[in-house]
């Protein structure tokens, strides 16, 4: 069974910058993306960016220009790199990773690592 863990999250100042990181262990050569999402106190879970096998990434407006998603040589770890942080950015930031087994898709989340941003 594959598992998701993330890391890098912090607190830090406006306009500062941050690493996240998603770490997938078991089934890493299934992978059929990563997504990461979000989710502020209080509001619903918002989607952030993802990344395909591919290479293909997306970002959500809100984060366009300022987050890239990118990830290592293994593809075992894929990482947020979040810059020009601000205070709407705090939130605790999740990974979603897509693994396919047999033509069935199944998600696996981590436990979520927190992000906060002071003005």
């Known amino acids: 069974q594959a598992q998701v863990q993330e890391s890098g999250g912090g607190s830090v100042q406006a306009g500062g910058s941050l690493r996240l990181s998603c770490t997938a262990h078991?089934?890493?050569?299934?992978?059929?993306?990563v997504d990461w999402h979000r989710q502020a106190a209080g509001n619903q879970r918002e989607w952030v960016s993802y990344?395909?096998?591919?290479?293909?990434?997306s970002y959500a407006d809100s984060v366009k220009g300022r987050f890239t998603i990118s990830k290592d040589k293994t593809g075992d770890t894929v990482y947020l790199q979040m810059n020009s942080l601000k205070p709407e950015d705090t939130a605790m930031y999740y990974c979603?990773?897509?693994?396919?087994?047999?033509?069935?898709?199944?998600?696996?989340w981590g436990q979520g690592t927190q992000v906060t941003v002071s003005s």
């Open positions: 979603e990773l897509c693994v396919l087994l047999e033509g069935i898709q199944y998600k696996y």
């Open positions: 078991g089934f890493t050569s299934n992978i059929c993306g």
């Open positions: 990344m395909r096998p591919d290479g293909s990434t």
